[in-house]
């Protein structure tokens, strides 16, 4: 039955697992949001295409091609069915590049460590990893899929806007580049040329978001927009937001602050910098707040200050606690070195 709601279609070929994240996800879908099945005991009607042209034929006779807004697979399919035997991860990817729709992937508990994984891979397959752990996974799972369909909205505003000079640029950062239409979605062009000094971490992301990125809406097709849309929004989250530079996690935050980490949870603490939070903008996560390093050192230039502590201390807060290195305790902030010149 058709569905205002936008789909996340789940490659999962274990009906234990299927059905554990079946039930851990549901409550974070609400009336936005729909979890689909792939279905490998379909009859295919391309048995001897390979496997991604097969993907893209059932993905368009679903009738769901225009809705799904994230694709998540396990990195071990089996696919045991009749039908998709030897389906693989890669084959799914490959068609939903191909579709224009951002491909998220796990791998089962007990498979694998999921920590040489992350350890081993390299940023920039085009692909975002999940959590192994189930519960993990749902609470990320929805917030990935509402941000493509936040992204794909921003995207659309901004490149409908064809006069060029309209757009907001920073004096360093290059006209249509990766930086400046990031930037300009997320809706903070001062970061612009920050930006782009990611886009050397990803150089097949950054190839299609210059390619497409510096045509006109008139000349492309929805699926170009759709893939420039999955490019980007990958880029944002296992790039941008993942590695602290332009924006900072809690502990980098506080580290860059010079504030003890516990101690910048604190209420009284964090209210004096809430203005700088990422929020209300596409894959905020309240349960990992990340803040602005530009707008945190607007903050303190604004306060006349150095560091977060002092501003604190100019606000009469008490029982404060400077950052320690966690290699030499001794050491303050040994972070801030690293994230302040990046």
């Not at 059932?58 to 039908?83: E, F, M, P, Y």
């Not at 519960?135 to 992204?151: C, M, S, T, Y």
């Not at 907001?168 to 249509?176: E, I």
Request: glycine fraction near 6%.
């Amino acid at each position: 039955m058709p569905t205002s709601k936008s789909t996340i279609l789940l490659f999962e070929d274990d009906e234990n697992i299927r059905n554990e994240f079946g039930k851990a996800v549901k409550p974070f879908l609400k009336n936005d949001l729909e979890l689909m099945l792939f279905d490998f005991d379909e009859h295919t009607s391309k048995p001897n295409a390979p496997y991604e042209d097969r993907v893209i034929d059932a993905i368009k006779k679903s009738g769901l091609q225009d809705k799904i807004c994230l694709i998540v697979t396990d990195r071990d399919l089996s696919a045991g069915s009749v039908h998709w035997r030897g389906l693989s991860q890669a084959s799914v990817s490959f068609a939903a590049r191909g579709l224009g729709i951002p491909v998220a992937c796990y791998r089962r508990q007990g498979t694998a460590s999921s920590l040489v994984d992350e350890l081993r891979r390299t940023p920039g397959d085009g692909l975002i990893e999940l959590s192994a752990d189930i519960k993990e996974r749902a609470h990320k799972v929805p917030i990935l899929a509402r941000g493509f369909v936040e992204l794909n909205k921003q995207v659309a505003e901004l490149r409908a806007k064809t006069d060029a000079a309209s757009r907001k640029r920073t004096a360093s950062a290059r006209a249509n580049s990766p930086g400046v239409l990031l930037a300009g979605v997320l809706k903070e062009p001062a970061v612009a040329a920050h930006l782009d000094s990611f886009a050397s971490g990803d150089h097949l992301a950054i190839g299609e978001i210059l390619r497409v990125g510096a045509q006109s809406t008139r000349t492309t097709t929805p699926a170009v927009e759709r893939r420039l849309v999955a490019t980007l929004g990958v880029w944002l989250v296992d790039l941008v937001m993942k590695y602290p530079g332009v924006l900072l996690n809690q502990t980098a935050a506080a580290s860059y602050l010079d504030i003890d980490p516990e101690v910048f949870k604190r209420e009284d603490v964090a209210k004096h910098f809430s203005s700088a939070q990422y929020k209300k903008l596409p894959f905020a996560d309240e349960q990992r707040p990340l803040w602005w390093r530009s707008r945190l050192d607007d903050l303190l230039s604004d306060a006349d200050v150095t560091t977060g502590f002092e501003l604190c201390e100019k606000n009469g807060l008490k029982r404060l606690k400077h950052c320690s290195c966690s290699v030499d305790p001794k050491l303050r902030a040994g972070y801030l070195g690293c994230c302040r010149f990046r």
